[in-house]
Structure formats: C-alpha cells, structure tokens
C-alpha cells in the first residue's frame, strides 16, 4: 500500500489501495496556518473558548488525538462554533481522514456561509464537494460565491472542472459490472488486477488488513468454468515479508515484472523486479538496474505484448509533476534509459497505474490532474494516433468521485477487471476486483490477436529454437513489430497482434535456413488462436525457398517500401552465415520471353544491389533471370504465384 506520511507526501510503499487527495495540508502548513490565521470570531461560551485554546495548543505541539478531542469538546459547548468546525476539518485533513475532514469542513459551510469565506477558503471547500461527488452543490457554491475576477486562473480551472463533472454524470457509461466471486476476492483488499492474453491467468495484490503496516503480495488465480479457482500466492520466491506490489506479465505468461519496497537490493524506496517462468517454477527475482530503478520511487509497470516497452510510473526528477508515466526500451538485450511519455499524458499532478493494450496501441492509466470527477480517474490514449493530442475519460461509470486506480483490458477489448473501491460497515475504505463489460461503443480502436504455433525441422520434425521477427507492412516504420523466439524444448511460440494489419513474417535459427511469409490478421477468439506450423530447412548446399515478402511496382524491376524490412532480416542472415547464395528472379508465363527474360534478371540486381547496398559482401551472392522457365505451378504457367524472387543456398564454407 502506498501512503502519504503527515509530513512529506510521498509514497512508501509501491501499491495504492488508495491516493489521498494532493494535501493543501501539511503538518507544516497546517501550524503555519494556525499563526496565519488566528484572527477568528471567538465563541459567546466562555467555556467553549477555553477547550478552543487548549486544543490550539495541543496542536502546536503535534498532538492531534488530545486537540482534536478538545475541539470536539469544545463544539459540545457551543454546536455553532464554527472555527472549532474548520479546525477539525483542517485537522482531519493533515491526517489523511478525508470522511471526517468533509464531515467538520460540511458544518463550517453551513454555519459560515459561503459568502463570509475568504477565496482560498471558499474554493478549498467546493473542490472538496467535488471531490465528494457533490458536483450539483460544488457548482451551486461556486456560483454563489461573489466572485471578483471571472478571469482569476484558479476560478476558471474551478468551473470547468466542475463543469465537467456535472455533464459527464449526466450520461453514465452504459457498462455492465460483476463483482468478482470470494475466490478471488478474499482478502482486505485486493487491487491491480493483471490478466493473461488467453483471459486464463489473472493476477493482482492483496493486503491482509486495512493498516500501511500489513503485507502486500502477489496472488494467482486461473480460469475455471465461468469463474477462477481459489486465489494463492504466485510464489514463494517472490512474495516476501517485505511488500510486493504493482506487476505485469508479458502475454504469454511467462515473463513478471513487478514492484518491491525496501528491499535490501534496491536502489530507492522501491524498484522494479523481473522474474521468469521455466516450466511452472518462477526463478528468483532481480533487480532491473540502475538503467531502469533511480533512487526515488519506480512502481507499477507495464510491459508491452512482446516484451520490449516497458511503462511506469516514478517520481524522479525531470517529470512534469509529482508522479509521472515514463517508458524505457528492450533493446540488444538491455533496457534503455527512461523517458517521460511527455506532456499530452503528463501533468503537474500524478499519473500512475499505466496499462498498455495487447494491441501495442491504447495505453490507459490513472491520472488526479485531467479532467475528472473527483478522485483519480482512468484514462485512455491512442498511442499512434497523432489527431489525439490529450487522453481520453473513461467515462462516468467506470469512473466517480472514488478513486480508480487502475484497469486491465481483454485483448478483444470487449470487458476489463478493476478495483473497485468502497467503504465497508466500519467506516474503513476497501477495494474488491470486478470484471466490467463494456457497451456497443467499445473501448479500443484495434482488437489485439492472439496466435500460436511451432517452429520445427523440416526433416526431423523435432522442434526449433528460433527467432521469430514480424514487421508490419501497412507501417513504413522500419522496426520490428513484434519479436518472440519459439521455446528450445518445445518450439512453441506465440505473439500477438493488431487486428486489421498485414504482417511480414521472418523466421531464423542457428545451422537452418530461414523461412518467410504474409499474415494477414482477421479477429480470433483467444480460446481459439490462430495456430502456425514452421519447418525449417536446415542450413545445406540446394536448400532453397521463394522471398515471399519482395515486392516491386507493377511491370517494374523498382522494389517497394514494404520490402526493405525483409531485405534487412536476409543482410542480416548473410552477415551471420558464411555462405553463397543465388538470387533468382522469375515471371510468369505472360508476354513477350525476351521482356520476361529481362524483366526477371533486373529484379534479381534489383535486390542484389539492395543487399549490397546493406553492406553484404557481393562475393557471397549472384543474381540471375530466368524468366519463365522456372514455373513454381507448372500446370498453370501464367499463374501470378509464378511472379517471384527465390533465394538457394550454393555453397557453405
């Protein structure tokens, strides 16, 4: 659990049951406030005034039990005493309570008027019934009170947030919402629910109690017909008597990323811990380094479907406020250093939680400083979306005056699990996990894909272990996609993609020949993924294949942009494998031999130039035209599937 101490607001711990609100209220400033503003007028019982005083002194030396209970005292003498109101308000305020805090700031309103407030006063006290979810009563306030400059920066700000709030609970979300079963929700509290691509593993924290000082660790628990098994501790090697908080998991399972406070290892208050699964063990966590964990706080990740963006959330310098989104990079087996995801999701207050889709696209979090209703709210951004310049409400419904901390979606985007937080009987704030179904209008543009498969010898049929590169041939970025490696006991592999894309496929792997091809992804049911079987050739003189993904314009030798990832993948297994290769073009069957002859020669040089061009050594290719000698379909020699570039295997010193 993450809490505000009474003097610094700074978290402590790496998870949020839930974020109190930004205190206006330190001790600090509470006891400045006290000297600032000790002009008041006293109550007609004398009495009354005598607890006032020495509650006022109790206060001053820090002992808020004995001047609250003088206060309380002293409001028993005199029920209109409205500074002794406002103290208690203040006083509750320091202390984190925020129930009580409204409760005593509720009767000073009624018994000073809003008229008879000072501005900074005034306004303190409508945000606070906003944040109550009194939006109707904030804006009536506000509306009131006699403002003098319309245009005063803090009024504005004031209106239209509550504005805000008033239209957007006008038309709630029409969502519908489960709470989960006690198989789950067992404990105190449970939060930061996680959930694997399959929808077969969900993940969250639990804490045992309602205090600061309880454990914090990871629980499990898997699908089951209609509901989830009993959750249990994920590990023993992870789970510790120090707090285990805020996790993500890549999308197979198999890779844990996760929150740990004042570890002996650790480089601040907290950092995040990477563990992997091999078979059904998790190894012993370490530490990501200083690369990733700085000596302030790090918590809460996300991790990208595949492995190689990292999000979270930290309060180290060169934010844009207190807690702010950052993202660091996989790249040539290290993370990069962070970056701040910048100042369309950054504000001067808090982002935390942040969630990144499957699809690589839509990342949500949790933010006090957009627009909102109350608390934190979540919110959504389209990353790739350059007409989307500021994140986007999830709407009343998901959202209120609590506090919403975070939220996993499916990969079709079609329901999500959250925390759901509420007050129990005794007055305590609680959280349970529930799963929210989403309406007709949906919550992600592009539905993520799920699919499987095995790499294996194409002439033993054992398993491969492989490198698995996609590139997307809609994008004219140059980088990967997405890149896995299949299992070295098994070959199997999975990635997952975005729905409505064409994806060029490279597959490689030590002593074999690689494999290419197109797929073209269409929506799944992820209790059914698409399943690809690869078999590899292995790396021998005659082993050939066609380059499926090589294009080149119409009736032209000119290569197409959608080429040049594939061209990169192949200088790459050239500048790996010390062989000589043939490149050959071929037609079909259609016009005039000599112009195919020609035709197929110039696209060969075409992609020889390209390679070399790359830097590959032209004394390891040739390139030759064949026209349409060489049908790939001889019983159908005009076939367009006869139109292509095949790469052979010569020789291998």
Not at 307 to 312: E, H, Q, S, V
Not at 397 to 424: C, H, K, P, R, W
Not at 469 to 491: I, P, Q, V, W
Not at 516 to 536: A, E, H, K, Q
């Amino acid at each position: 659990m993450e809490n505000f101490t009474a003097n610094a607001q700074v978290f402590k711990h790496s998870v949020v049951k839930r974020i109190i609100l930004k205190a206006t209220l330190t001790v600090a400033f509470f006891l400045s406030a006290f000297f600032v503003f000790s002009q008041y007028t006293p109550s007609e019982n004398k009495k009354a005034n005598n607890l006032y005083s020495k509650a006022e002194q109790f206060i001053v030396a820090r002992d808020f039990s004995s001047g609250i209970s003088y206060y309380k005292k002293a409001i028993q003498r005199d029920r209109d005493f409205a500074q002794a109101y406002k103290r208690l308000g203040m006083s509750f305020e320091v202390l984190g309570e925020r129930d009580s805090s409204f409760y005593y700031y509720d009767k000073y309103l009624k018994i000073q008027g809003i008229h008879n407030m000072p501005q900074h006063t005034a306004f303190f006290l409508i945000e606070l019934y906003l944040k109550k979810g009194r939006y109707k009563k904030a804006a009536m306030l506000l509306h009131e009170y006699p403002v003098i400059d319309s245009e005063d920066k803090i009024y504005q700000d004031l209106l239209k947030r509550i504005n805000f709030a008033v239209d957007g609970s006008k038309n709630p979300m029409n969502h519908r919402f489960e709470l989960l079963s006690d198989s789950v929700n067992k404990h105190h509290s449970q939060y930061f629910p996680i959930v694997t691509v399959d929808n077969s593993q969900l993940i969250f924290t639990q804490r045992s109690g309602g205090s600061t000082e309880d454990d914090e660790d990871l629980m499990i628990s898997y699908a089951t017909n209609g509901g989830w098994s009993s959750a249990s501790s994920i590990s023993p090697l992870i789970n510790s008597a120090d707090n285990e908080g805020a996790s993500t998991i890549s999308a197979d399972g198999r890779t844990l990323i996760f929150t740990s406070c004042e570890e002996k290892n650790s480089f601040g208050s907290c950092d995040l811990f990477i563990s992997f699964k091999i078979g059904n063990s998790w190894t012993k966590p370490r530490n990501l380094g200083p690369t990733v964990n700085s000596i302030y706080w790090d918590s809460q990740p996300s991790l990208s479907a595949d492995g190689r963006i990292l999000y979270f959330s930290s309060n180290r310098p060169g934010g844009k406020g207190g807690r702010d989104l950052w993202f660091a990079r996989y790249e040539n087996d290290q993370w990069t250093k962070p970056q701040n995801a910048g100042s369309e999701i950054n504000t001067k207050e808090d982002e935390v939680t942040p969630y990144l889709h499957f699809n690589n696209q839509t990342l949500f979090f949790s933010s006090s400083g957009h627009l909102g209703f109350g608390g934190y709210d979540l919110f959504k951004i389209e990353l790739l979306d350059s007409s989307q310049t500021e994140p986007v409400n999830l709407g009343y419904g998901i959202n209120n005056e609590l506090d919403q901390i975070s939220m996993t979606i499916s990969a079709d985007g079609s329901f999500g699990y959250f925390a759901q937080e509420f007050v129990d009987r005794g007055g305590y704030r609680r959280s349970k996990l529930s799963k929210v179904t989403f309406d007709e209008s949906g919550i992600i543009k592009n539905e993520a894909v799920y699919v499987t498969g095995r790499v294996i010898d194409a002439k033993s049929l054992q398993p491969v272990k492989a490198e698995i590169m996609l590139s997307n041939l809609k994008s004219s970025s140059e980088k990967e996609a997405y890149k896995t490696r299949s299992d070295g006991l098994s070959g199997d592999f999975y990635f997952v993609l975005t729905q409505g894309s064409t994806y060029g496929v490279f597959v490689k792997a030590r002593n074999y020949l690689f494999e290419d091809f197109t797929f073209d992804v269409v929506s799944n049911d992820v209790s059914r993924p698409d399943s690809l079987f690869i078999y590899l050739q292995p790396l021998e003189e005659n082993a050939e294949l066609t380059l499926e993904n090589i294009y080149f314009e119409f009736d032209s030798y000119e290569l197409s942009p959608e080429s040049r990832s594939e061209l990169l993948a192949i200088a790459r297994f050239l500048e790996e494998n010390n062989v000589k290769v043939e490149i050959s073009g071929h037609t079909d069957s259609k016009g005039d031999e000599s112009y195919n002859a020609a035709l197929s020669k110039r696209r060969a040089e075409a992609v020889f130039d390209y390679l070399v061009d790359l830097g590959v050594s032209a004394e390891k290719m040739i390139s030759r035209g064949y026209g349409a000698e060489l049908p790939l379909i001889k019983d159908q020699p005009a076939s367009p599937a006869n139109r292509r570039i095949d790469f052979k295997i010569l020789t291998i010193n």
